[in-house]
C-alpha cells in the first residue's frame, strides 16, 4: 500500500520517528492508525449508546413517561428538585 502525506504531515512522522519514541516511520503511521481505529470504534459505540437513549425517550413519550415544561421557570424548578433529591441520597 503505497499513500502520500502532506509535507507538513510528512515532517511530523519523521520528527516523531526521529524523537526515539519509534524506531522508524513505519511505526508512527502503525501507531497513528490504530489511534484512529481507537477512535472510530468510540465514536460508533457513543452513537449507538446515543440511539438507544434516543430510542428509550421515545418510548417513554409513548407511554406518557414524562414531564412537561414549559417555562424557564419550570425547567429551574425541575433540575433544582433534581439536584436536591440527590443532595440528600448522599447525605443517608
Known amino acids: 500500500m503505497n499513500f502520500r502525506l502532506t509535507p507538513t504531515l510528512e515532517q511530523f512522522v519523521r520528527d516523531r520517528a526521529n524523537s526515539g519514541d519509534y524506531n522508524n516511520a513505519s511505526e508512527v503511521v502503525r501507531e497513528a492508525i490504530r489511534l484512529l481505529k481507537r477512535l472510530e470504534e468510540q465514536r460508533a459505540l457513543k452513537m ?45
Do not use: K
Not at 55 to 82: K, P, V, W
Open 48 to 92: 449507538e449508546r446515543l440511539r438507544s437513549a434516543i430510542l428509550e425517550g421515545d418510548e417513554a413519550i409513548a407511554r406518557g413517561d414524562f414531564t412537561d415544561l414549559n417555562s424557564g421557570e419550570e425547567i429551574d424548578a425541575f433540575f433544582n428538585n433534581i439536584s436536591l433529591s440527590l443532595d440528600g441520597r448522599g447525605s443517608g
